[in-house]
């Protein structure tokens, strides 16, 4: 069982939404959340990040997401989550999200990321969203 369990992803057609969950076995309060992503035959990237509620860290979205993604967070249910509208096809990949004990940057959401470099506590086994007609 991973401390961190991501859910929502499925197939849907370009311009459909999802929405995706990341919940963590533990609190959030000290921990970013960062949302990730692989597409087949590619390096993993960042697509959203939430920095730490007892920070003043940046949120971060992936340019190609913004206006199209939003991340938020339930403190109470330990859980964030990645609202996605707007699909294309190149959204298409394994999402993972990842506690980090860092804010949001572009140092630690830009490819190359590397799943066991010293920022990034836990990850998630990932789910898998497809965007296709």
């Known amino acids: 069982q991973s401390q961190l369990v991501e859910s929502g992803g499925g197939l849907v057609q370009p311009g459909g939404s999802l929405r995706l969950s990341c919940v963590a076995s533990?609190?959030?309060?000290?921990?970013?959340i960062g949302w990730f992503r692989q597409a087949p035959g590619e390096e993993r990237e960042g697509v959203s990040c939430?920095?730490?509620?007892?920070?003043?860290?940046?949120?971060y979205y992936k340019e190609s997401v913004k206006g199209r993604f939003t991340i938020s967070r339930d403190m109470d249910k330990n859980t964030v989550y990645l609202q996605m509208n707007s699909l294309k096809p190149e959204d298409t990949g394994v999402y993972y999200c990842?506690?980090?004990?860092?804010?949001?940057?572009?140092?630690?959401?830009?490819?190359?990321?590397?799943?066991?470099?010293?920022?990034?506590?836990?990850w998630g086994p990932g789910t898998q969203v497809t965007v296709s007609s």
């Open positions: 990842a506690a980090l004990r860092v804010t949001c940057g572009d140092g630690i959401m830009t490819p190359p990321i590397s799943p066991y470099r010293y920022e990034y506590d836990y």
């Open positions: 939430i920095s730490a509620k007892t920070s003043t860290g940046p949120t």
């Open positions: 533990f609190a959030l309060d000290y921990y970013s």
